[in-house]
């Protein structure tokens, strides 16, 4: 049966710009706000778009990931003609290689897009937080008869060296794209949201292969290569929340973006999760909690103020945590401070501790990184990081 549209999610990255939170996962398997992880955005956003079929690209640390994902189930991703597929790296007759970038990934597995007949192909990545109805931006696609669509969001100026910039008519056609440019001609940032014909995404993939000098790259190569070529390239303006997480500050903003309200996860427009069964929060006599989110498994004895808690979290007598993001089953001391941090899932802080410093745009919070154990009394300065 020939699908309109099969997605294909990119997350095989090795996010290295998350230091410890990537050491022993990848980048899309890190916890998120209060109960979700990363990769449960574009997900939730193909089940809400009606996208039934999704191969999710893993190549870095894949363990934890591909056990979180299952069978696809909490994203209605279960499903005997389509659903989700894993696809990493293999060996095949003619041997293999590892992903050697974004566009050679999507090359590899052309024959599972071609065993749906996809007419056309959604390319997302695995690093990015925003909520998107991809059905309308394949209806925008399929209106103008685009041989590829770009999702767009403006992004101040100051920051369009950051992203692959772009400039279009007044119909919406790309005249113009540049990845990372000094110099930028806009502020039209790709989100790096793509949809092609699947004919025309294979025809341009193979020619990049045949190309001794590509990186393999749509940004760097495939969506120039395809404007100088003359195909009908297409922006679709996005005007919702939609941040990149692939650097710890940025994680730790969008973090706080929730506590603002900026970003809102309780709205109609549902973000689904795999969750292991806790029991409800609990908040001792003496807690006081401020402008802080907290979900099941929770609890809480001592002061937190402006902080993201996630599953099975404990704030032992007499803590004071802010400005913080504290990930699944860890512990914080009795006694212990923590400001402006990010701590990973499975931490123990021991009493007594300093951890962090005050907020400061210019540097990056204090990381301390997966399952580590700090002894009583420890300090760790502002910006510190422990593998």
């Given at each position: 049966?020939?699908?309109?549209?099969?997605?294909?999610?990119?997350?095989?990255?090795?996010?290295?710009?998350?230091?410890?939170?990537?050491?022993?996962?990848?980048?899309?398997?890190?916890?998120?706000?209060?109960?979700?992880?990363?990769?449960?955005?574009?997900?939730?956003?193909?089940?809400?778009?009606?996208?039934?079929?999704?191969?999710?690209?893993?190549?870095?640390?894949?363990?934890?990931?591909?056990?979180?994902?299952?069978?696809?189930?909490?994203?209605?991703?279960?499903?005997?003609h389509?659903?989700?597929?894993?696809?990493?790296?293999?060996?095949?007759?003619?041997?293999g290689?590892?992903?050697?970038?974004?566009?050679?990934?999507?090359?590899?597995?052309a024959?599972?897009?071609?065993?749906?007949?996809?007419?056309?192909?959604?390319?997302?990545?695995?690093d990015?937080?925003?909520?998107?109805?991809?059905?309308?931006?394949?209806?925008?696609?399929?209106?103008?008869?685009?041989?590829?669509?770009?999702?767009?969001?403006?992004?101040?100026?100051?920051?369009?060296?950051?992203?692959?910039?772009?400039?279009?008519?007044d119909?919406?056609?790309?005249?113009?794209?540049?990845?990372?440019?000094?110099?930028?001609?806009?502020?039209?940032?790709?989100?790096?949201?793509?949809?092609?014909?699947?004919?025309?995404?294979?025809?341009?993939?193979?020619?990049?292969?045949?190309?001794?000098?590509?990186?393999?790259?749509?940004?760097?190569?495939?969506?120039?290569?395809?404007?100088?070529g003359?195909?009908?390239?297409?922006?679709?303006?996005?005007?919702?929340?939609?941040?990149?997480?692939?650097?710890?500050?940025?994680?730790?903003?969008?973090?706080?973006?929730?506590?603002?309200?900026?970003?809102?996860?309780?709205?109609?427009?549902?973000?689904?999760?795999?969750?292991?069964?806790?029991?409800?929060?609990?908040?001792?006599?003496?807690?006081?909690?401020?402008?802080?989110?907290m979900?099941?498994?929770?609890?809480?004895?001592?002061?937190?103020?402006?902080?993201?808690l996630?599953?099975?979290?404990?704030?032992?007598?007499?803590?004071?945590?802010?400005?913080?993001?504290?990930m699944?089953?860890?512990v914080?001391?009795?006694?212990?401070?923590?400001?402006?941090?990010?701590?990973?899932?499975?931490?123990?802080?021991?009493?007594?501790?300093?951890?962090?410093?005050?907020?400061?745009?210019?540097?990056?919070?204090?990381?301390?990184?997966r399952?580590?154990?700090i002894?009583?009394?420890?300090?760790?300065?502002?910006?510190?990081?422990?593998?």
């Open positions: 049966m020939q699908k309109k549209c099969v997605a294909m999610l990119l997350a095989g990255g090795q996010g290295t710009r998350l230091y410890a939170l990537t050491t022993k996962l990848a980048k899309p398997a890190v916890s998120f706000g209060s109960k979700y992880r990363i990769i449960d955005f574009p997900l939730s956003n193909c089940a809400n778009s009606g996208i039934d079929t999704v191969g999710v690209l893993t190549q870095y640390q894949p363990m934890l990931l591909n056990e979180y994902l299952g069978n696809g189930e909490p994203w209605n991703l279960d499903r005997s389509g659903g989700l597929h894993v696809l990493p790296p293999y060996l095949a007759k003619s041997g290689e590892w992903y050697k970038g974004t566009a050679n990934a999507i090359y590899q597995n024959a599972f897009l071609n065993a749906y007949k996809a007419e056309n192909v959604l390319i997302l990545s695995g990015h937080i925003y909520k998107m109805d991809y059905s309308q931006m394949l209806e925008y696609h399929i209106s103008k008869n685009a041989d590829c669509t770009i999702a767009v969001i403006d992004v101040p100026i100051e920051e369009a060296p950051r992203f692959g910039i772009m400039s279009f008519d119909d919406g056609r790309i005249t113009d794209f540049a990845e990372k440019p000094k110099k930028p001609k806009s502020n039209h940032a790709s989100m790096g949201i793509y949809i092609f014909r699947r004919d025309v995404l294979l025809d341009e993939l193979s020619a990049e292969e045949r190309n001794p000098d590509s990186s393999f790259d749509f940004g760097k190569d495939v969506i120039p290569s395809m404007i100088k003359g195909r009908a390239m297409y922006a679709y303006k996005f005007t919702g929340y939609w941040k990149d997480v692939g650097t710890l500050r940025s994680l730790w903003e969008a973090n706080m973006d929730i506590l603002s309200g900026v970003l809102n996860l309780s709205d109609g427009f549902k973000i689904f999760s795999r969750n292991k069964a806790y029991p409800p929060s609990f908040m001792g006599s003496d807690a006081r909690v401020e402008n802080t989110v979900t099941a498994g929770c609890e809480v004895y001592g002061d937190v103020k402006n902080c993201v996630s599953e099975g979290v404990i704030i032992e007598e007499g803590a004071k945590v802010t400005d913080s993001v504290i699944r089953d860890t914080i001391g009795k006694n212990s401070v923590v400001s402006y941090s990010v701590i990973d899932e499975g931490v123990q802080i021991g009493a007594g501790c300093k951890i962090g410093g005050a907020t400061d745009a210019q540097k990056d919070p204090t990381l301390i990184g399952d580590k154990h002894p009583d009394k420890s300090v760790i300065g502002a910006g510190e990081v422990i593998e």
